[in-house]
């Protein structure tokens, strides 16, 4: 059992920086691959970036390639990510999600333990 708290979320003007944080709890975080979802009012969860078990590979939708960094620190049961030039249209609730099979992971089923998700709102 993983449970998942993420923090780091609140309000940006446009071209600033966030950095989300997603804490773990358990003794095996270091073997699952991490993911984070958003979803935006009135529309689907969607993909934004996956990492492996240690970190090595990480993969990006094309809308935030360039802006935001996906991290882990498995010593510290956290992974991370650094959004930077954000947009109005980043605005949704951000997710982190842990998939047990340890390697990148883009659809929202491949994932087996979710967080509550944290608030980012990016004004114009």
């Known amino acids: 059992q993983v449970q998942l708290v993420e923090s780091g979320g609140g309000l940006v003007q446009a071209g600033g920086s966030l950095r989300l944080s997603c804490a773990a709890s358990?003794?095996?975080?270091?073997?699952?691959?991490m993911g984070w979802f958003r979803q935006a009012p009135g529309k689907e969860r969607e993909f934004v970036a996956t990492?492996?078990?240690?970190?090595?590979?990480?993969y990006y939708t094309n809308s935030v390639k360039g802006r935001f960094t996906i991290s882990r620190d498995n010593a510290k049961n956290t992974v991370y990510l650094q959004m930077n030039s954000l947009k109005p249209e980043d605005t949704a609730v951000y997710y982190c999600?842990?998939?047990?099979?340890?390697?990148?992971?883009?659809?929202?089923?491949?994932?087996?333990?979710w967080g509550q998700g944290t608030q980012v709102t990016v004004s114009s």
């Open positions: 999600a842990a998939e047990s099979g340890g390697q990148l992971a883009f659809a929202s089923y491949e994932y087996d333990y």
């Open positions: 358990g003794r095996t975080f270091s073997s699952y691959a």
């Open positions: 990492i492996n078990w240690n970190g090595g590979q990480t």
